[in-house]
């Protein structure tokens, strides 16, 4: 990523604080410092006002933040959160946004016990994470590379899926395969969930073997450069009966449905709505217990939420999942999911791998 995205990144974030007549935004989510200047380490702050942003960090990632960012930058050999009230009082700053929904109440009382008389600290949500909704095009890259080594992670372990191998072994080869690929690791605990856990939404890999005449339901994504991909593909062991192709015919349908209702303008609703629309007429809707999708990014779960209720729109250059599932207990579970861009003409869906029901 380019110096100059980054200072934009900061720059319009400024302009939001003019507007609530803010001195200063203390960042602390992880996403967001990195979001904002570039530094990938696990322990940074970003004092961000109009006149300039500072990192702060501690020794071990002094080195580290000199080569990943252009902000200026402050080593503090004590706690972050007092080196940033401390620069906040030199500055005369009085009015501090923070994070609320990223700052642990321990931190929050630290910044607290710094302030000078008259400044005060105020709450914001969503200032950043608003901002990256929308992906430029070097992110939308990143996000495909991200997905290409999700999808020939996914290709190379699914050779290894047969009866008597368990569940984490599948998953583990998931997860080495991705690593072997370049990416610097899962972007979220992989699911592998076989026969009645596949209706487990989030079900966690056991030592359970995998057996003939089963589902097998297969959740993973990505970690390169930062960025997230989350894709679900379904296999059969075995030869699949009638009710397990029309389950999935319709599952299918669904996802289509919901891809076929994106594009700038849209409710985000409005795509839960065509998904569910469809699983309504085959009696299923009441097997969805989660929203169809979400936005992904930095973190893999981001705004905007696909779900009943939401209001925000689409708009183009926003990255988000596709996934309609069914659940049913005893039986299992039927979910297909793709990482999709927002378009000018609709839904450009990046993941490569095939969505046939996989018969192993």
Do not use: W
Request: aromatic share 6%; hydrophobic share 40%.
């Amino acid at each position: 990523m380019r110096a100059n995205e980054f200072f934009a990144r900061r720059s319009r974030i400024a302009a939001a604080l003019a507007e609530r007549n803010l001195d200063a935004l203390i960042v602390s989510g992880a996403p967001n410092v990195r979001y904002l200047t570039g530094f990938t380490g696990s322990n940074g702050l970003a004092l961000l006002s109009p006149a300039g942003t500072v990192l702060f960090t501690d020794p071990r990632y002094e080195i580290q933040a000199a080569q990943e960012t252009a902000c200026r930058i402050r080593i503090a050999r004590g706690s972050l959160y007092r080196a940033v009230m401390q620069a906040a009082a030199r500055r005369r700053f009085r009015r501090l946004g923070f994070e609320k929904g990223r700052l642990p109440y321990q931190d929050y009382e630290e910044l607290q016990a710094g302030l000078t008389l008259g400044a005060s600290l105020v709450p914001l949500a969503g200032v950043v994470e608003a901002q990256r909704m929308v992906k430029s095009r070097a992110e939308i890259a990143l996000i495909q590379r991200s997905v290409e080594t999700n999808s020939a992670a996914f290709d190379r372990a699914i050779r290894r899926a047969r009866p008597g191998v368990r569940e984490c072994e599948l998953a583990a080869e998931l997860d080495y395969q991705m690593r072997l690929l370049g990416a610097q690791g899962p972007a979220f605990d992989t699911i592998v969930a076989a026969g009645p856990r596949s209706a487990l939404p989030h079900a966690q890999p056991t030592v359970n073997t995998l057996r003939r005449n089963q589902l097998l339901l297969i959740d993973v994504g990505a970690s390169r450069d930062g960025y997230a991909s989350d894709m679900t593909r379904m296999a059969f062991l075995g030869r699949p009966g009638r009710k397990v192709g029309r389950l999935y015919r319709t599952v299918l349908e669904a996802q289509s449905a919901a891809l076929e209702a994106v594009r700038p303008g849209v409710r985000a609703e409005q795509i839960d709505r065509a998904a569910r629309r469809v699983l309504r007429a085959g009696k299923l809707e009441r097997a969805m217990v989660h929203s169809t999708g979400h936005g992904l990014g930095l973190e893999i779960h981001e705004a905007p939420r696909l779900g009943r209720g939401e209001k925000s729109s689409l708009a183009e250059g926003m990255v988000i999942t596709v996934e309609p599932g069914i659940y049913l207990e005893g039986f299992g579970g039927i979910r297909i999911e793709d990482t999709v861009v927002v378009t000018h003409s609709g839904a450009s869906v990046l993941t490569p791998t095939s969505k046939d029901l996989l018969i192993l």
